[in-house]
């Protein structure tokens, strides 16, 4: 038995070394039916089981291992991880309130701000909001939590809050007070060497320029700048996946030149500060953990951010948000939205290249009773559940599609949630694995209709769609992150496109468009494909709108 426990170690250990998780997993699956009570066989199951994405089978391994007394700092902490993968954010709560004293202190912290990403009605909204606003309230006038960035640093706590259908500027502006008296290094005031750049030195900071959304939305503009005006840097994080090809190209060329982060936060601190910028450009803040903390400081004698992530930062160190006249309602209303000074380009602050893709034909993407919302889930406030089912009720043939996301959490629970509200209905539901770009614009291009979710809407994945021109249903509201689909139709030119201002005119036009006679609605989809390729791909005008708007900027002092 000893030998053979021995040789079932080893494979089950070659195998996790190996990277075949499903073969370890049931190594030390047996293993543990033998010895049940040993520390290193659970470890590796765990490991196992964490790999093969088995949460719930983790999280009970370890409420195992502290039965037997294994409960240390380490494993305390895999618990909080793997709760949160979860969206059990109840249990993370009352973990970190019943272990609080022998972890990291980070997590009391987390605590005054975590939530669900998935909430299961707006009434949980509403007590998560008013609940964090309290706990925030208190912790600033607690003077006992002190962090450090490199050895305590949190994911952006504003994240999840920007889906709630809520004005977030005063939440934005306690959480970075809070932020700010939490961590000392965020205090610290920097003096700016005098400027004698013969170009404007311009420094675009993201995590993101590796293949993601936002390298998407900003590299056009960021290599088509005029380089006789700019000297243009950009600074990355090497976070396994580097900067993606494009930007390597561009530096062979001399057109930017590109810098990757040290890993120290007074190391990332030193290396702008040398690069003497007048611009500091955030594509995004409030998505990526480490560098966010480089946004509460003033690292450039202009600093901005955009629509990244569409949200104000309530953080006195940003100038400027840069967003669009065809996004904002009147200047002098949004401008109530936002902490930075509100700057609009004519234009879609973009310069989007066509993908280039080999497209479907015709009869391939006719289509009637299709409907698909292909979005990250957690874009689906409570409120649009109502679209779901009132779309089954009414539309007999409707199939609705999502899109699942990696580790199929977030799917659950909206599955869950839609479950009690449609009981028979629930199969004409599907959740897709996730899709390689080329095969989610096909999938956008052969649904009759798509579906833009309230409160959050699409973005990039509008513009892509727009590669076969299928009709995107829309329902803006005041906020900017709601005005993405409404200002590409503007600026395409549209007619008569379907934007909408209640509930049941958005469900009666996606009902219209999806039971449409498959010619026509042939017709419209290469339509919207043709005023794309004319307007929104590629618009020069807009790349000139961008490069005003930093031009100002610059002559301000």
């Not at 070394?17 to 009570?37: M, Q, S, V």
């Not at 601190?269 to 953990?289: K, R, T």
């Not at 840069?322 to 609009?344: G, P, V, W």
């Not at 909408?500 to 017709?523: F, G, P, R, W």
Request: net charge positive.
């Amino acid at each position: 038995m000893i030998k053979n426990s021995e040789t079932l170690f080893k494979k089950g250990v070659e195998s996790l070394r190996n990277g075949n998780f499903n073969e370890a997993e049931n190594c030390f699956e047996e293993l543990k039916n033998i010895h049940p009570t040993n520390k290193d066989v659970l470890n590796n199951l765990l490991i196992s089981c964490f790999q093969n994405k088995k949460f719930e089978k983790s999280e009970k391994l370890i409420q195992n291992m502290f039965d037997l007394g294994f409960k240390d700092k380490k494993l305390t902490e895999f618990l909080l991880f793997i709760l949160k993968q979860q969206d059990k954010i109840k249990e993370v709560i009352e973990t970190i309130s019943k272990e609080k004293d022998k972890i990291n202190k980070k997590y009391q912290l987390l605590e005054k701000f975590e939530r669900p990403a998935i909430p299961m009605s707006k009434d949980e909204i509403s007590i998560i909001r008013k609940n964090t606003f309290e706990k925030i309230n208190q912790a600033i006038t607690d003077d006992n939590l002190k962090l450090t960035i490199d050895d305590q640093y949190l994911d952006p706590p504003m994240f999840y809050y920007t889906y709630d259908n809520e004005d977030n500027l005063e939440l934005s502006k306690k959480l970075n007070e809070l932020f700010r008296k939490t961590y000392s290094e965020l205090q610290n005031n920097f003096e700016l060497k005098s400027n004698d750049n013969k170009k404007i030195k311009i420094g675009f900071i993201s995590e993101f320029f590796n293949n993601h959304t936002i390298e998407k939305l900003f590299k056009g503009l960021i290599f088509n700048l005029d380089i006789s005006l700019f000297d243009i840097n950009i600074f990355y994080l090497d976070n396994g996946k580097g900067l993606s090809k494009d930007f390597l190209q561009e530096e062979e060329r001399n057109k930017i030149k590109n810098f990757q982060l040290p890993k120290l936060f007074k190391e990332k601190i030193d290396l702008i500060l040398g690069q003497n910028l007048d611009i500091v450009f955030y594509p995004d803040i409030g998505m990526s953990s480490q560098l966010y903390y480089l946004t509460f400081l003033r690292l450039g004698r202009f600093q901005l951010t955009s629509w990244g992530h569409p949200e104000t930062t309530g953080n006195s160190n940003i100038d400027y948000f840069l967003s669009s006249k065809l996004l904002e309602i009147s200047k002098q209303e949004a401008q109530k939205h936002y902490s930075e000074k509100l700057i609009l380009c004519d234009y879609l602050p973009m310069y989007l290249s066509r993908p280039n893709i080999k497209k479907l034909n015709d009869n391939e993407i006719k289509s009637n009773n299709i409907y698909s919302c292909p979005q990250t889930l957690f874009k689906l406030h409570p409120d649009f559940d109502e679209v779901v089912f009132k779309i089954l009720k009414k539309d007999k043939k409707a199939k609705i599609f999502f899109i699942k996301d990696k580790n199929e959490t977030f799917c659950k629970k909206i599955f869950n949630r839609l479950q009690k509200k449609l009981s028979q209905e629930i199969d004409r539901v599907t959740f897709l694995s996730p899709l390689k770009e080329t095969e989610y614009i096909h999938h956008c291009g052969r649904a009759s209709v798509l579906l833009d979710p309230f409160y959050f809407g699409a973005g990039n994945s509008f513009h892509e769609s727009m590669i076969y021109g299928t009709p995107t249903v829309t329902m803006p509201t005041k906020y900017l992150r709601t005005k993405i689909v409404q200002g590409a139709y503007k600026q395409m030119q549209i007619e008569e496109p379907p934007v909408v201002d209640n509930v049941e005119d958005y469900i009666s036009a996606a009902i219209e468009i999806a039971n449409m006679d498959q010619n026509k609605l042939l017709e419209i989809k290469k339509y919207y494909s043709k005023c794309a390729e004319k307007n929104l791909f590629e618009n020069k005008e807009a790349l000139k709108s961008f490069q005003n708007v930093i031009i100002d900027i610059t002559k301000k002092n």
